[in-house]
């Protein structure tokens, strides 16, 4: 055992010393109430501190580089690290991790005084006598379950980790393993913390093919000699001619389409139907083969399966398995030049870029699918507010964390904010061989961007599409983050105010020409594809016929011709009147035409242009406009400024629509509330399949009585701007007590507020708004208990200016306690600079890959996942989500 006086910059020096096995139990007994074994269930971290990116492999004892110039000589001064020790400091009993700048300040907090330091070495292998590496050998020094450096060659480089366990404050050391001297309880503590399992295992798609079996049928597969070869391209169900979401059985080579199942991709499920008719159990999906594997299915086994001939079974159909490539989620799309076209113009394939290092140049690792978060966090967090409202209260914020700061937003994004911002991670790579030489004892690479496991774990958490490994829509994710923002506001500071703005609606009757003005908050603007005012149409035209005729002669495909919009068309479009389907005027009593047009009230401090190009086919199958559109730097939207009530202009009366009370409207309710059990599933999956989140889908058939896709997509329509609209569903109080003011979207209202979506179910069958309010506060929020209180006091219509006064306190309430501190909005001018914007590739939002631009000092940088490069050829005419900052007037 030893005891470092100099660790931690403690004064006293270094020294050691030999103890008996007494000494160190007598050491420990005062901590052993304190060290606990893991349980089930318990989140061990050993790869990643809570504050900060420090992992067992961080060195702060890095190396200190000076240059000096002379005589046009380079001359290198290099300082040796000091007796600093980097790694990670694991507290046996949080089984929290905090690197070497974190660890004293969860001791101060806490109290705990015993913690597990780990430590990974990275050193150069020794060399033979010829001057190679010795041959490889099994690694028993490795005991840790981290990730080995990519960027390191495993020929050159071995790893070792080293344990220990460290007694705060006076810093005792003790060398793991120690089990003759060691208590009974901390050793098999420290046995169980070291053997642990990452708690983000199950988000690293790597790690799911070795938990994949391998399928009983594979050894012994029958594939019929029928003479059937697949392309490399244009495939399509042979049942239904879907294009997308195709898997081939390994038997016969029948290619069909498959259902909601495994890859979580839509489909009308043939090519289970083909295995029900013919009993073939293998099949493989097409896109995601790569020489690495694919993905493999087993309809008898149920189950994902390995395949290990399956390189020797798909070459029964012409397929070489090492000329195949996939896509980052493994869809891929079947026209590949057009797909090539695109991934290579959005990430500058072929240029040479520049790699960027330092403060605000550092990247995110993939997870798997995680490009739509790192492309928006690198957008967020190169907006000053939000700097200042995370980093700039950095010390705070740290201090005043919950005991698990892993389960904070503010901690994790301030962590997040840090790594980005710091240059900490963003470090230049050390390639003189005068610094190899002198290093050669222990090679210290630098780290290579961070990896955002915890951030994504905390804000996914209990989100059914972000907590999954597979792509969402950056827009979407922007909306979460804007909602979690709003929801763990610091203080009286909220950074998201940059982003919102009023959206006033002017509703119009058509036959009055009386007309309602409405105000709504919105957070991005977002603007359809005018693919009507191509420039390019002659062109376009001649390129779909000879598309479609290079695919019905399976040739190879021509070069893509992209529509050209104008940036104009598509802001016209935006300011054009639209028809309000089913629009009752106030003024006539009964339904007319009505026509909307939207304007701002205010304009926001940053601009989020969303370029709407994921649109649904006749067969629902989300499509993708694959156009360029000439996005301007500076953007003025001043003619855009809402007006309000025009002089001559006259308002549409105040009247609620005439209520029709029918003969059952008790039998009706019961009828539309159904067992959350007996949601039809195919409705769900078929909206699913439209790229709409999988909770609103369920909560649109729940809340139309499983009357059909088409009538749950009007719903989806109605509500899908409401802030929790993909929130997870939530049962009214049908069938047993509900929680107060608990609404069927998982809000809690105030003051015993009923959920509106409850009081609107009840108004729909024939009753007053009051008497549905009343009714749901004296019975919780219980819609069948409701009915009967309603049923029960005929006399309570004929009293309600009560309720209303009731009605009214009630609103008032819940105005005030929600109103934020501070200005709602920042209204300023409608002039912009564009500063940022987010590409994505790929046929839909649920598969492909997205990149960042961002503008900073003076030159566009690309952030394509880690890798931070200087762009040469931003394309500003292909994103999908843009970002200005305004200009001061």
């Not at 495909?557 to 802001?571: D, G, N, T």
């Not at 599933?681 to 790229?691: D, F």
């Amino acid at each position: 055992m030893q005891r470092r006086g100099a660790l931690f910059g403690v004064p006293g020096g270094s020294g050691s010393r030999k103890m008996a096995a007494g000494d160190i139990g007598e050491l420990l007994v005062p901590h052993m109430p304190t060290i606990r074994v893991p349980r089930s269930g318990d989140r061990v971290y050993k790869n990643e501190c809570a504050f900060s990116y420090d992992s067992p492999d961080s060195d702060f004892g890095s190396a200190r580089e000076i240059w000096k110039v002379k005589e046009k000589k380079l001359l290198l001064l290099l300082h040796m690290a000091d007796n600093s020790e980097g790694g990670l400091y694991v507290c046996m009993n949080t089984f929290l991790a905090f690197g070497r700048e974190h660890v004293e300040r969860h001791f101060r907090k806490t109290g705990q005084s015993v913690y597990m330091h780990l430590k990974r070495h990275v050193r150069e292998k020794v060399r033979g006598a010829s001057g190679g590496a010795l041959p490889k050998r099994r690694n028993s020094k490795m005991f840790l379950d981290l990730d080995t450096d990519d960027d390191l060659n495993s020929d050159d480089y071995e790893y070792e980790d080293e344990a220990k366990l460290v007694i705060f404050p006076d810093h005792y050391e003790i060398a793991l393993p120690n089990i003759e001297e060691l208590p009974a309880l901390v050793t098999i503590a420290c046995d169980a913390v070291l053997s642990s399992k990452s708690p983000y295992r199950k988000q690293d798609p790597d790690t799911w093919e070795n938990e994949l079996p391998v399928s009983k049928y594979a050894n012994n597969l029958t594939q019929l000699d029928n003479g059937v070869r697949i392309p490399p391209s244009g495939w399509k169900c042979a049942r239904c001619d879907l294009r997308e979401n195709l898997w081939l059985n390994l038997t016969d080579g029948s290619v069909l389409c498959g259902k909601w199942f495994f890859d979580s991709s839509g489909g009308n499920g043939h090519a289970l139907e083909h295995y029900r008719d013919t009993g073939y159990p293998l099949a493989v999906k097409l896109g995601t083969i790569t020489p690495d594997g694919a993905d493999v299915y087993s309809f008898q086994e149920e189950e994902a399966v390995l395949d290990p001939h399956l390189a020797k079974h798909l070459a029964h159909f012409g397929i070489d398995m090492l000329h195949m490539h996939g896509t980052e989620n493994g869809l891929q799309d079947n026209d590949i030049k057009p797909r090539v076209s695109e991934w290579e113009v959005i990430q500058e394939t072929g240029t040479k870029l520049k790699p960027m290092y330092g403060p605000g140049y550092t990247g995110l690792k993939n997870l798997g699918n995680s490009c739509y978060l790192s492309s928006v966090m690198q957008a967020i967090f190169s907006i000053p507010e939000f700097q200042r409202a995370y980093v700039g209260n950095l010390p705070r914020i740290f201090d005043y964390s919950p005991l698990d700061p892993t389960q904070d937003f503010n901690t994790q994004m301030t962590k997040l904010g840090h790594g980005l911002l710091s240059g900490q991670y963003s470090k230049p790579p050390v390639k003189s061989e005068l610094i190899e030489q002198v290093m050669k004892e222990e090679h210290k690479p630098q780290q290579n961007g961070i990896s955002p496991r915890m951030f994504k774990a905390f804000v996914s958490k209990s989100h059914p599409e972000f907590s999954s490994n597979r792509q969402q829509d950056a827009q979407e994710f922007f909306l979460h983050l804007v909602n979690l923002v709003e929801r763990n506001r610091i203080g009286s500071e909220n950074p998201s105010d940059v982003f919102r703005f009023l959206v006033e609606e002017r509703i119009q009757c058509c036959q009055t020409r009386k007309v309602r003005y409405t105000e709504r908050v919105d957070y991005l603007m977002q603007l359809p594809v005018a693919m009507e005012a191509a420039t390019n149409k002659d062109e376009l035209i001649a390129y779909e016929l000879t598309r479609r005729e290079a695919e019905s002669n399976r040739r190879p495909l021509p070069e893509l011709v992209r529509a050209k919009i104008p940036f104009s068309a598509c802001l016209q479009a935006f300011s054009e009147p639209e028809n309000v389907d089913d629009f009752w005027s106030s003024a006539l009593q009964a339904k007319s035409a009505g026509v909307k047009t939207s304007r701002f009230a205010s304009f926001p401090e940053y601009l989020v242009v969303q370029i709407k190009k994921f649109t649904f086919g006749l067969d629902w199958v989300p499509k993708k406009f694959d156009v360029s559109i000439d996005m301007p730097d500076l953007l003025d939207i001043n003619h855009l400024r809402a007006r309000g009530l025009q002089p001559g202009e006259e308002e549409l009366p105040d009247i609620s629509p005439p209520i029709v009370i029918p003969d059952d409207s008790k039998d009706r309710l019961m009828t539309q509330l159904i067992d959350p059990s007996d949601i039809d599933e195919s409705s769900v999956m078929q909206l699913a399949e439209m790229g709409f989140p999988l909770e609103a889908c369920r909560k649109a058939v729940y809340f139309t009585g499983n009357m059909g896709a088409e009538v749950a997509f009007n719903w989806i329509v109605v509500h899908m701007e409401e802030p929790d609209f993909a929130e997870p569903l939530t049962m009214p109080g049908y069938g047993g007590a509900a929680s107060a003011g608990a609404s069927v979207f998982g809000a809690t209202g105030l003051d015993n507020q009923p959920p509106e979506e409850t009081v609107a179910i009840i108004t729909s069958m024939g009753f007053h708004r009051n008497q549905a309010i009343q009714a749901l506060r004296a019975t919780n929020s219980n819609l069948e208990r409701a009915l009967d209180w309603i049923f029960s006091h005929p006399e309570f219509e004929e009293d309600s200016d009560f309720v209303i006064e009731m009605e009214n306190n009630a609103n008032a309430n819940i105005v005030s306690e929600a109103k934020p501190e501070g200005p709602r909005v920042k209204d300023g001018s409608g002039m912009y600079e564009l500063f940022a914007f987010i590409s994505h590739m790929g046929t839909s939002t649920m598969s492909g890959h997205y990149v960042c631009h961002i503008k900073k000092e003076g030159r566009w940088v690309i952030y394509n996942d880690h890798k931070v490069c200087a762009s040469e050829r931003p394309p500003k005419d292909l994103g999908y989500m843009y970002f200005y900052r305004r200009i001061p007037s």
